[in-house]
């Protein structure tokens, strides 16, 4: 088989040879190869100057087929001067700053960038937020205030982890500060049928018996004066004692649960360079009323306060947040405190109410602030009374206790109720208003914490911080008997919503302002506002204590 197909290959292949060879010599092909030969075309190639000039004139300069050429040219060329050159210079012209809305990045986001999981509520304004809730009268002058915050907590299974939310966060530890019996978990906080729900459990949670909640917006979201509203029904029953559940603000140098951030921080709201700026509120064991006006508990000594960490007396070079005042002197900083309301049960017979109150430091002699008629007002004495207690070693308060409806409790009629506080920081003019069952409850006016002479103390301002909102609930024995045998554990507290208001012409949202900055010297000492085991600025966090003028050490 294949020697025969070799042997046909081979025919073929001479067949073809013979077929289309060619000779060596190119004049046996039969072709005219001589160069003296003339062709029919060899005219178009032979060069004639004369006649190639007279044809090359013949024709116009500007024709449309070289227009047409010019012309895409320079469009070309527009284009490409335009994309390069002329959209960068009109993007600057017609820049526009955009807004951070009160957060740390473009369109309200936090530090993290976080935006909240619901889909299509992205702002700091709830989107379930009712048109009729996007303005409010003030209660001190019935002025028009703008919403800037909001949120109706109508999502469904909300968490609070940290990185869940971009507007709170859940704490999970133990509040050791006040001798809570339970622990705080974010578990225990979700959303429900249209609210938000704290519960509070009788369960094994790190040791502790009980497990309850807590969330803030801290370094999130901050505000400096307007109105924060919320309604809530309060948990468990108007009859039984122990429960502590509680919407509250603290300014932002401060993380409520870690202790070091808190140490010579709260509750002081106070811009002065005197002996309120020192431990103990003394120098040298004056003045007197400092040593002798506290009640028998401890020896008549008036504070236990460590000193105002950040004092206006703080010496150059020191670490301070700042700014400063024209006189070159710092602003004096600190972690204020104002409670929305601290719901309680007292009386015979046993009934609900809540604790609507400021904290304060430095402190009056005795604790004693200057409530005359003219700085605290109490619209209807029927209802809300003047609270006896008035502070201890550790903080002063401003408190008026108001009654609450007894059927807007978790055991009784499910109820909402509506509480919050307005206020005005600063000092002439300024003031806080307390509002509960929808109404004016009370009033302090800033004179009510003047200058005291007895202990040679200035003047505390209403906050001036950046604040941050909390809510919680949980039982300390702090705050009063908790009657562990009749709570009906599990206890719910539920908020509907949580809404903060500003003047028009006073808006100021952000935990970093320009006037009080705190960013900078948070992520400076991130650690002790990320670790609750430090309890204390000095010893805990091995932190120091900026040297101060007033005491000699500049």
Known sequence: MGRTGLQMNSVSAVSLSEKFSLAADPATWGSALSLDQVEADDELHNPDPARDRASDKAGPILTLRGLSNLGCVALIVGILLTLFAGYPLISYVKKQSLSNNGGFNVGGTNASGQVPSMAGNFGLIDLDT???????????????????????????????????DPYWEAVDLHYWSTNNLEWYDPAAITTKNGSLEITLSEKKTHGLNYQGGMMSTWNKFCFTGGLVETSVMLPGAPNIMGLWPAVWAMGNLGRAGYGATLDGMWPYSYDACDVGTTPNQTLNNLPQAALDTGGPHFNETLSFLPGQRLSRCTCDGEEHPGPKHSDGTYVGRSAPEIDMFEAEISGTPLTGGVSQSGQWAPFNSGYVWFNTTENMIIPDLDISTFNSYTGGQYQQATSVITTTNQDCYESTGQCFGNYGFEYKPGFDGAYISW???????????????????????????????????????????????????????????????????????????????????????????????????????VDGFNGTIPKSSFLGQC
Not at 483 to 498: A, F, G, R, S
């Open 130 to 164: 009712p048109q009729d809730a996007y303005t409010k009268a003030s209660y001190a002058d019935g002025t028009e205030w703008d919403l800037v915050f909001s949120d109706e907590f109508n999502t469904e299974g909300r968490t609070f982890y940290p990185g869940d």
């Open 435 to 537: 509002i509960a069952n929808g109404v004016l409850a009370w009033t302090i006016n800033s004179a009510g914490m003047a200058a005291d002479p007895a202990v040679n103390i200035s003047a505390r301002p209403v906050p001036q911080e950046p604040m941050y909102l909390l809510t919680n609930l949980g039982q300390s024995s702090n705050f009063g008997f908790v009657d562990v045998k009749h709570i009906p554990y599990p206890v719910t507290m539920k908020v509907d919503y949580i809404r903060v208001y500003q003047p028009k012409n006073a808006k100021n949202i952000g935990c970093d302002p320009p006037d009080f900055p705190t960013a900078s010297y948070i992520n400076k000492y991130i650690d002790a506002y990320s670790n609750w085991n430090y309890t204390t600025w």
